[in-house]
């Protein structure tokens, strides 16, 4: 019985040794300003196929391809900026976590920051016209009616509370 279970331990760590493995690139780069372009890159960009991955994260085939043809490029002695042309030419701005301004991504870099101001503004109108309806509230005067009633309502109460100390 301890056999059959050191056996299954043995096959499972050797199954898991080998899919870790599966998962490592390695790559050659002529210098260390290569290697930290390509892995720059390859951070930025964004997996096609998976959800909130990029491209160094992901094991998908498409990310395989786009971290070989990327490694390549780099290779090659491309900026950076070649590369993300390249890249947005063939995927869209839907590759990269951070597009490039441009009519069709203005939404995404300025709206935000223009909500948050029209939300600031909006709150400071209301909490200043709310401010000002409470004090103009204030400087009303009672009319003589409502004076008349306030004078029998405090005359009652008064009278309770002088029987109640009594």
Not at 29 to 46: H, K, P, T, W
Not at 60 to 87: C, F, H, W
Request: neutral net charge.
């Amino acid at each position: 019985m301890k056999l059959n279970h050191s056996i299954m331990a043995l096959l499972l760590g050797m199954s898991i040794s080998t899919m870790a493995m599966a998962s490592i690139d390695i790559y050659e780069f002529d210098s260390s300003q290569q290697e930290a372009q390509y892995r720059g890159l390859i951070e930025e960009f964004r997996c096609p196929k998976c959800q909130n991955q990029n491209l160094a994260g992901s094991d998908a085939p498409i990310a395989q391809d786009l971290k070989q043809k990327t490694y390549e490029m780099v290779k090659d002695g491309r900026s950076d900026t070649e590369i993300r042309n390249y890249m947005f030419e063939r995927y869209g701005d839907f590759i990269s976590y951070k597009p490039p301004v441009r009519p069709s991504t203005w939404i995404l870099w300025f709206f935000p920051p223009v909500l948050l101001v029209l939300l600031i503004l909006g709150w400071i109108y209301k909490a200043r016209k709310g401010r000002s309806q409470l004090s103009a509230d204030d400087t009303q005067a009672l009319s003589s009616s409502e004076e008349a009633k306030l004078a029998k309502i405090l005359a009652q109460h008064g009278g309770k509370t002088d029987d109640k100390q009594q």
